[in-house]
Structure formats: C-alpha cells, structure tokens
C-alpha cells in the first residue's frame, strides 16, 4: 500500500470520529487538505475547502454510530509529485440503508506531506 492509499484510511478514520462522535480537531484534518482544495459530491453540487470545513463542522457528531468503510482502492497514476487513486467508500449507519460511493482523489506531494488536491465522488449503483 503506497502512501496516498494510507491517506485515503487515515483520513476517513478522522471523518468517521468527527460525525459519529464528535471526537478530534477538525482544524487538524483540514491540514490535510491542500489550500486549493476542491470537490464535486455526489450530487454534482462543486465546494471549496471553506465550504469542506463548515459541512465537517455541521456534522461533527451529528451521525451516532456512522461506520465508513473504504475499499477497492487503486492507484490509477502516480508521479514524482502526486497520484490519482480511486476508491469506494460505504457509510452505514444504524437503522438506515448503507449509502456507498466511488471516489477519485487527486493528490499532491508537498516534501513529505500528502494533500488532498481535488475529490469527485459518485453515487454507486
């Protein structure tokens, strides 16, 4: 597993606290994030990291018992400087159907920090 990957855990493990418990700092899991970061969610709507940072503050413990699972991870590019890696992710929640989508990130390489660049996510069927 390369380091973006690893990336791609880590970071969900720390969205994964933030909405079930409300635990962490979200200003340190906004450090992860390039200042030009930017993202298309599934429903076509386009946010900036601004934007990022007040849906991570809104659901902060917002999602009791929210489980993220992320797998099928594949390293579509990777280059000196960054790599693209596609994934799927599967958000459960008690008493609720799961919701799974499959993502693409855009990651750049920044001396020995990884930064998320860009993220499109889709809906899966």
Do not use: C
Request: charged share 25%.
């Amino acid at each position: 597993m390369n380091g973006y990957m690893q990336e791609v855990i880590d970071l969900h493990i720390l969205i994964e606290a933030t909405f079930a418990k409300a635990e962490g700092r979200i200003e340190t899991m906004l450090e992860r994030f390039h200042p030009d970061f930017s993202m298309i969610a599934p429903t076509g709507d386009q946010w900036s990291l601004e934007e990022l940072a007040a849906l991570f503050n809104q659901r902060a413990g917002s999602q009791p018992g929210l489980t993220i699972g992320v797998s099928d991870m594949e390293t579509l590019a990777e280059w000196s400087e960054g790599a693209v890696i596609r994934y799927q992710e599967t958000h459960r929640i008690p008493d609720q159907s799961e919701r799974k989508r499959i993502s693409t990130a855009l990651f750049s390489l920044e001396g020995e920090r990884v930064l998320w660049r860009h993220l499109h996510e889709t809906w899966a069927a």
